[in-house]
Structures are given as structure tokens and as C-alpha cells.
């Protein structure tokens, strides 16, 4: 990688590193980070005339230790009047995103739109930030790879750049260390990278925070995503031929919605994924068998993912083709009836106080000795802590960080805070889109650098039935209840 240097104005950059294997786009997103120019806005003086954005390095010819000469001007710094009102402007970043009310946008740094829109959903849940913010932890296993390290590290970092910024940040770093921990998030195709499937880089990347972000000496709550994530199953293994029944455990980080002809909401596509065929070696017949796998939750998360089953493999064409078909979601997920029994029953007193609590709400009268006496700041508090292995119960923790005698009970009514959808016709091609729900309630649509305002009523509409963006996973939090 040849190290050039590069004038702007009465600036000299004397140290600055091109990866050739990257599009000159990126080598543009490091001269924004060093000067404040928008790669859009930089012209930059190369053999043969300016600098494209997808322009061949090899092509380009450039030396070791060359001088480069670029032009544009940087983002103007609005001084703050001495007098009159304060505008949005003249705040400090830090400031303007309170203000703005949503955080920054990152940047494309070549087909890596199913890496940004993860990553936007990922950042909006609080406790997994803040988990991020206490690591490293003082009792870290040794028997950490380094690579889940800097990952773990590289998202820290990310996350606190978006929190900072109202303008878009470029996640070089983090995308470097995710494709030397993930090889296959650096396949390249004519020279560019490929696009890349944003449910294997969200499983991948919860994945490597569940080995990072666990807490060796707590008892308490061993690892923290899946405290957060973690959905406990426990499935009937039975098969018809050889009358064996058998039964297993498991823990997902998220539910599959299967889809088919007679799917048409996202409640029946959750429990045809409940239930399964699969072909093993039967010990009493001898050969292979075909068993029946019936699924029923047994430990809810603090966050529900769903994920859309919309891409298979097609033989014909040899790759990822996308069903298309529309399959309605709600903004509230109630998921009691596809939990077992024991859970139901843990789950009947927290929904009815959420019931009491509702009713209060709307001006109904309710039993006073069920409610709970704890008041609307706890409502929404922050679930931080284990299931205590019953995978309905939290410790309650409002927003200031005030911990409350009663614990924060589950209720298997969820709320959707996150859709990341996909646009186009095939897995490998298409673009990826994250759209959250802010803190204060209001939705923005992450397209890469560009957040833009969105209405709630228009989030539902991703549903599909077209080749316009639709929903392909969802991520709801739990609505919990003091007891």
C-alpha cells in the first residue's frame, strides 16, 4: 500500500496511507476524516486528470511517497452569534444531535450497504451500548481471540462516533476488522466488493460480542447478548415410522418467519418456522428417517429479531433467488401462544397488570391491589441483567440509573424499534436500509449517509408484494411491567 502525501490549501498531509485493494472512494473518506471535505466535494489532481470514485488504482499509477494536490472546500463551522437565538448549527456536535433528535448516517464504502443498516439497528439498543462502553472488562478470558477483540473494540468505537456526530462517519476501521475476522465480507468481484447478506453479518457480529461482551466471574448474567438476544427453545424431536420421540434445547438470537402460499402475516410465518421436517440416521430402523420437529419458546430476550425467510438457493440459476411475496407485520408483536405452557403461566401475571396499567390509561377502572405502584419512568426502564433462568424477569433500572426494589417482568408483548429491509431481486445484488425508532419516538430511515424523517404508518408498509423495499428483518423490545 503506497503512502503518498496530500496538499490541500496551505495544508501538507504528509503520511497517508492508499489501499489499493479499495476503491479511491475510500482513500476520499480518509481525506474527510483529515480535512472536512465531503468526498463529493474533493477534487483530487492525478496523471491524466482528476481522481474518480471507481477509478482502477493500477490505472491511476500512483508512486510511494507521491505528492498529491486536492481541491474543495470543507463543511462550514457556523459561528455562534454573540446575541439572539442559539441555532441547531452553532451547537457542538454532540449537542446538535440531541437537537436534530437522531445520530449520523455512514457512509458506502463500496457494497457495503448490508453493513451500515446492521450496524444502525444494532446501535440502537441502549444496553448493548453500554455494555460496549464498559469493555474491555478488568476480568477478560485470555482465551479471547484477538480478532473478536478488535471487532468488539471497532463497534465500540463506531457506536460512539455515531452517538457524536450529526454528520456521516466513514467505518473504515470497523470494516476492516470485520472482514479479517469474516473472510467472506471481503470477496471481490471485477475488483469491487460484493454485496454481502446483512442477516449473516448480524448473526456473525452478535455472535462475536456474545464471546467478547460475557462476564466471566458474574453468575448473574454470563454473556450479555444473550441476556439481550438469546431466545430459549425447546423442541419435540418425533418421528411417525419409527415411534422415537426425542427432545432438545436450544438458544437462537432470533425467530424465523417462513414464508409461503399461505403465509400472509407475520404470525403465521412464525409458527410454520416452529415447525419442521428434517432427515437423520434412525438407531432403531437403521437408516435414514424423516422426523417431525415441533418448536415452542421457553426463554424470551429483551429484543425480538425476526427474520423474513426471503432468500433460497435456485438450482436453475445457480444463486439466491428472493421471495417476493407480501407478508404483513404488526407494530405490536404478542408472542404467547407460540411459548410452552410453563411460560404461559409465568407470563399470565405480568399481562395482567400490563392489561391494569392500560386500562388505567384509557380511563378504565381496574383492580387496585394487582397494579403496580411503580410510576411511568419505570415503564420503559431498561432491562439490564439475567432471565434468572425463568426468561420472564429483569432487574428494573430507570433512566437515571436508579435501581428499583421490583423487578421488571417480561409480558411476551413486544414493540417494534428497528426494520432493516431489502430492495431488489437477489441476495447478492439489491440495497440494504435500516429504519429505527429514536428515542423520542420518532422513525428515521438510515439510507447509508442519508437519514431521512419517516412516518410510523409507513413502517408497516414494508411488507413486500414488489420490487420496492421490504422487510427482511425486524427487531422488537419487550414491553415489561414492575411486579
Known amino acids: 500500500m503506497p503512502i503518498v502525501s496530500v496538499k490541500w490549501q496551505k495544508e501538507t498531509f504528509p503520511a497517508v496511507e492508499i489501499d489499493t485493494s479499495q476503491p479511491p472512494y475510500v482513500f476520499k473518506c480518509q481525506l474527510y476524516d483529515l480535512t472536512g471535505v465531503p468526498p463529493e466535494r474533493q477534487k483530487i489532481m492525478v496523471k491524466g486528470g482528476l481522481l474518480k470514485d471507481d477509478a482502477d488504482w493500477s490505472k491511476v499509477g500512483v508512486k510511494e511517497g507521491q505528492k498529491l494536490m486536492m481541491m474543495g472546500t470543507a463543511d462550514e463551522i457556523v459561528k455562534a452569534p454573540e446575541k439572539g437565538p442559539v441555532f441547531i448549527e452553532d451547537l457542538p456536535e454532540e449537542e446538535q444531535v440531541v437537537a436534530v ?39 477478560r478470558s485470555n482465551d479471547l481471540d484477538q480478532s473478536s477483540h478488535l471487532l468488539t473494540v471497532a463497534t465500540r468505537d463506531l457506536f460512539n462516533e455515531l452517538d457524536k456526530n450529526v454528520k456521516p462517519v466513514a467505518p473504515m476501521q470497523f470494516w476492516m476488522v470485520l472482514r479479517k475476522k469474516y473472510p467472506q465480507f471481503g470477496q471481490l468481484h471485477n475488483g469491487s466488493f460484493m454485496q454481502q447478506d446483512a442477516e449473516e453479518c448480524w448473526t456473525q457480529i452478535l455472535y462475536t460480542l456474545s464471546q467478547s461482551l460475557r ?77 417431525l420437529k415441533d418448536s415452542r419458546i421457553i426463554g424470551l430476550p429483551r429484543y425480538l429479531t425476526i427474520q423474513f425467510v426471503r432468500f433460497f438457493w435456485k438450482r436453475e440459476s445457480n444463486q439466491k433467488a428472493k421471495i417476493l411475496r ?60 439475567s432471565s434468572n433462568g ?23 408483548i413486544y414493540d417494534l424499534v428497528a426494520v432493516l429491509t431489502h430492495k431488489g431481486r437477489s441476495a447478492d445484488s439489491g440495497h440494504y436500509v435500516a429504519w429505527v425508532k429514536q428515542e423520542n419516538g420518532k422513525w428515521i430511515q438510515y439510507d447509508d449517509d442519508n437519514p431521512i ?27 415489561l411491567v414492575p411486579m
Open 101 to 139: 433528535g437522531h445520530t449520523a448516517g455512514l457512509f458506502n464504502l463500496g457494497n457495503t450497504c448490508y453493513m451500515n443498516s446492521t450496524v444502525q439497528c444494532l446501535h440502537s439498543v441502549p444496553e448493548l451500548k453500554s455494555a460496549l462502553i464498559k469493555y474491555p472488562h478488568p476480568g
Open 215 to 291: 462476564l466471566p466471574d458474574s453468575s448473574e448474567n454470563p454473556d450479555t447478548v444473550k441476556a439481550l438476544f438469546g431466545i430459549e427453545l425447546v423442541s419435540r424431536v418425533h418421528c411417525d415410522e419409527s415411534g422415537e420421540e426425542s427432545s432438545e434445547i436450544e438458544s437462537v438470537y432470533a425467530l424465523k418467519c417462513h414464508i409461503s402460499q399461505e403465509v400472509n402475516h407475520l404470525h403465521e410465518g412464525l409458527q410454520h418456522g416452529l415447525k419442521s421436517e428434517l432427515e437423520k440416521a434412525s438407531p432403531s430402523l437403521g437408516r435414514s428417517a424423516v422426523y
Open 326 to 385: 407480501k407478508v404483513d407485520y404488526p407494530v405490536e408483536l404478542d408472542v404467547y401462544d407460540l411459548c410452552s405452557d410453563d411460560l404461559r403461566k409465568k407470563l399470565e401475571a405480568p399481562r395482567r397488570i400490563l392489561r391494569e396499567e392500560e386500562g388505567k390509561k384509557l380511563g378504565l377502572k381496574t383492580n387496585e391491589k394487582s397494579s403496580g405502584s411503580v410510576g411511568k419512568d419505570v415503564e420503559m426502564a431498561n432491562a439490564e441483567g
Open 390 to 412: 425463568s426468561g420472564v424477569s429483569y432487574k428494573a433500572t430507570s433512566q437515571e440509573g436508579v435501581v428499583f426494589d421490583k423487578e421488571m417482568h417480561l409480558t411476551g
Open 453 to 479: 424523517p419517516q412516518r410510523e404508518e409507513d413502517i408497516t408498509k414494508l411488507s413486500g408484494g414488489g420490487d420496492w423495499h421490504m422487510a427482511y428483518l425486524c427487531m422488537y423490545k419487550a414491553r
